[in-house]
């Protein structure tokens, strides 16, 4: 009963020594948590009441939003996906609602977008050596991102390893593209269709991953393990994070699918 009491304000105080203004991030935080840092400063500046207090919190939250930004190399602005993204377009939306007579535009539009485009760069295609069993790949393979080391060669002749790099962590960069297929700032009207077909496939990926009755009979513990998702095709240890991601990111499409099928 205590903890339920004190965690919150435990956690907030938490966040809120992890950056200041004057000298960013303290050294603690982990390159790789400062988008997730920055989102719950959103939050916290969320829930303030208006008034100066809210202010002074929202600066706090657009700063950290900004900071890590600039701070993250363009090469690894994937690895702050998805909770940077939606920290960008949470801080947005608290915007628009006390501008209400403003559209309200995405500051990292062009880098977020930029993003998108590396992150499809590393996308395992159909025609893919990694693809290919007759070249030492999988079927299995296609849609799997490669977030490190070199890419397989092309099928066309270029023959290559299979990826074995291509795990998990492919959900969690998926995970924030779902909102951008559905801003209508990051992803323009004409160019949905083929976002959705790139998102689709990625996700096919990790459908691959996940434990169905065909994996049950390597489970230890087979009712639990049902609907987890593997490290990898080829590491069947299922983790919460794993799993986590991909429910973030197929629950995200689900929801951008449905309302594009409306026309909204």
Known sequence: ATGSTTAPEECRRNVLGS??????????????????????????????????????????????????????????????????????????????????????????????????????????????????????????????????????????????????????QSAQALAFVPAMLGDDRLTRVDEKPLELARLLMSLRFVRQLQVDESAMWMMPMPRRAMGGVRAALWDHRLSSDATSMSLLAVAQTLGVIERMSRGR
């Not at 100066?52 to 919190?57: H, M, T």
């Not at 070199?150 to 066309?156: C, E, L, N, T």
């Open 19 to 168: 950056f200041n203004k004057a000298s960013g991030f303290v050294g603690t935080v982990p390159l790789a948590a400062k988008g997730l840092v920055a989102y719950a400063l959103v939050e916290l500046a969320a829930k303030e009441p208006a008034g100066g207090l809210r202010e002074e919190s929202m600066g706090l939250a657009e700063s950290a939003v900004r900071r890590v930004f600039l701070e993250t190399p363009e090469s690894l602005l994937i690895s702050q996906m998805p909770w940077l993204g939606i920290a960008e377009l949470r801080l947005g939306e608290l915007k628009q609602s006390e501008r209400a007579e403003e559209r309200v535009e995405v500051p990292s539009g062009v880098a977020l977008r930029q993003m998108r485009a590396d992150l499809w760069k590393h996308q395992i295609q159909p025609t893919d050596a990694a693809a290919s069993e007759s070249l030492g790949g999988s079927a299995d393979l296609v849609g799997g991102i490669v977030l490190s080391g070199p890419m397989s060669g092309r099928a066309s002749g270029a023959g290559g390893e299979v990826p074995t790099n291509a795990t998990w």
